[in-house]
């Protein structure tokens, strides 16, 4: 059975940096894909970054872009979300998610609805 536990949030001041981790067994990693998403009080899910097929580059929302950077253990079955220059907008419960299993060539990867094994989330709250 596939389990995924993110870890690694907590409280940071504006400009600081967080490292969030994402364990995930029971899978094959060659047939399922990692997401990162997030979720503020009242707005609705939102796709963070997430790792496509090989050969493609990491998807990020605009929001991210060049603050955050997904990566992967050798093994493949740990996941980070090293985040930095954060701002109290990037506040929210940060949740790991996992696609498949599927042989189709992903290239892109940021929406919710196509991720079928949650994490239980971890809050990251930037605030001074």
């Known amino acids: 059975q596939l389990h995924v536990v993110e870890s690694g949030g907590g409280l940071v001041q504006p400009g600081g940096s967080l490292r969030l981790s994402c364990a995930v067994s029971?899978?094959?990693?060659?047939?399922?894909?990692i997401g990162w998403f997030r979720q503020a009080p009242g707005k609705e899910r939102e796709g963070v970054a997430c790792i496509p097929s090989n050969d493609y580059s990491p998807n990020y929302a605009d929001s991210v872009w060049g603050r955050f950077t997904i990566s992967t253990n050798n093994a493949k079955n740990t996941f980070y979300l090293e985040m930095n220059s954060l701002k109290p907008e990037d506040t929210a419960v940060y949740y790991c998610a996992v696609m498949g299993p599927t042989i189709r060539v992903v290239t892109m990867c940021l929406g919710a609805h196509e991720y079928n094994y949650w994490g239980q989330g971890t809050q990251v709250t930037v605030s001074s």
């Open positions: 029971g899978f094959n990693p060659d047939y399922y894909f």
